[in-house]
């Protein structure tokens, strides 16, 4: 009679759920400060001020896309601009189980194969 009502306890799923809501009003908030200060800013242009923006912005990015375009199938670039790498050279399997493994998957004449290498690799250190 006089103890206090308790909360039923969250589950991981509905804190997860509760905080994914918190974020996404936080985020519709600021997006929506953002848009208020940017009417108040620009609801004194005219009808041809948004016209020349929205060509400046048009041909901006434009120009932007027909670079990054123009740049991708470029074939000869300055040494200075990339970057070459060594080829690493990566070494087979090293233990027995190994080889066993390959030699019940592939067969008899792949793990000899293998163990030709391998001897090869070792031998040219």
Do not use: C
């Amino acid at each position: 009679m006089f103890r206090k009502k308790q909360k039923p306890r969250m589950t991981g799923g509905q804190l997860t759920d509760q905080a994914a809501v918190q974020i996404a009003t936080l985020i519709n908030h600021l997006q929506n400060g953002f848009a208020a200060a940017m009417n108040k800013k620009t609801k004194h242009f005219s009808a041809a001020r948004w016209k020349f923006l929205i060509v400046v912005f048009a041909v901006a990015w434009g120009a932007f896309s027909l670079y990054t375009i123009s740049t991708a199938f470029e074939k000869h670039l300055p040494a200075s601009t990339h970057k070459t790498y060594k080829q690493l050279f990566i070494q087979g399997p090293m233990h027995n189980d190994s080889l066993e493994l390959i030699e019940r998957i592939y067969g008899q004449q792949k793990s000899e194969q293998l163990k030709k290498q391998l001897q090869q690799n070792s031998n040219t250190k």
